[in-house]
């Protein structure tokens, strides 16, 4: 018997509505006030709700104008790593975890997964003198060993300070942002709803844990792979205080420091609105469409991981 719920349906429809209400109207916003030009803007005294034509003026802008397609070429390769490397380390290291035995297997995991609560922002002094210097750990070990004393005083010779700068580089501003371990509690939890018997019978069939693991594991596991890796697209689309300490250049800086900066700092003049968003609508462009292209995939990948 299926009894009639339509005061539940309509309270849930009221609810959707309200938040996709509540999620579409910044946007609503941006691309009204990115059509009108900045006399329009200052004349209305703020943000007005009146489609205006001045969009394409606004975009052409903003292309010749501005850093910003350089910085969303940057943002694009950046978050491009940074997913990368995120789900290649998380899956080989659930991999470990899982289909090989160990008695530390738990306490290994407890601690990845405590990193978490450990984020870039309270350690982004000492992420930035290592960056700056990735060689750093190599000198403490030549100093902490007595190498450069003993090179000192068998052949009269200096060890020198070995010097490595990431910053202002694609791979100094991902690697530090990608050091998050939250994909190995999601490939666990997929793993785990596989067979058990599974890589026994790999092993009878002759494969070994190389080839189980590209062979077998990685083709189940693409669902949740892309959805993680669109999750780390998107963070890493949208990091601003690593970046924006890590690189000191326009040319090196993602798009979100850069659209930053185009505020005006002037006290005595009006900032120009309608072209931040237009610039806003215009950085966002990239990850709203994949959103929208791969939001079944999203989906679909976080479901599995939560069986």
């Not at 020198?160 to 509690?185: H, K, M």
């Not at 669902?223 to 040319?251: C, E, R």
Request: aromatic letters at 10%; one cysteine or more.
């Amino acid at each position: 018997m299926i009894e009639k719920a339509t005061g539940i349906d309509r309270t849930a429809t009221v609810i959707l509505l309200l938040g996709m209400a509540f999620v579409l109207a910044p946007l609503v916003i941006a691309f009204v006030t990115a059509t009108q030009s900045y006399q329009q803007f200052v004349q209305a005294g703020g943000i007005r709700f009146r489609i205006s034509g001045h969009f394409l003026d606004n975009i052409r802008l903003i292309i010749t104008e501005t850093q910003l397609p350089r910085q969303l070429w940057n943002s694009f390769v950046i978050s491009l790593l940074v997913a990368a490397i995120k789900c290649a380390f998380a899956f080989t290291a659930t991999f470990a975890l899982v289909f090989f035995e160990n008695r530390m297997n738990r306490v290994i995991f407890a601690v990845t997964i405590a990193t978490v609560m450990l984020p870039l922002e309270l350690v982004v002094i000492t992420t930035y003198q290592i960056v700056a210097n990735v060689l750093m750990p190599v000198n403490w070990i030549v100093k902490a060993t007595g190498i450069d004393w003993l090179a000192d005083r068998i052949a009269g010779v200096r060890v020198p300070e070995l010097r490595l700068n990431l910053l202002d580089t694609y791979i100094g501003i991902a690697a530090p942002i990608a050091t998050s371990c939250t994909s190995v509690f999601i490939y666990r939890q997929f793993f785990l709803t596989l067979p058990r018997d599974l890589p026994r019978a790999a092993a009878m069939d002759g494969a070994g844990p190389l080839r189980f693991m590209v062979d077998i594991l990685l083709p189940l596991s693409w669902t949740p792979l892309i959805a993680t890796f669109m999750f780390w697209f998107i963070g890493g689309w949208t990091s601003y205080l690593w970046p924006l300490i890590a690189a000191s250049t326009p040319d090196a800086q993602p798009a979100v420091v850069g659209l930053a900066k185009l505020a005006t700092t002037d006290p005595e003049r009006i900032p120009e609105v309608p072209m931040l968003m237009t610039g806003a609508l215009f950085v966002s462009i990239i990850p709203v469409t994949l959103i929208a292209v791969m939001q079944r995939q999203i989906v679909r990948g976080m479901n599995l991981s939560e069986k």
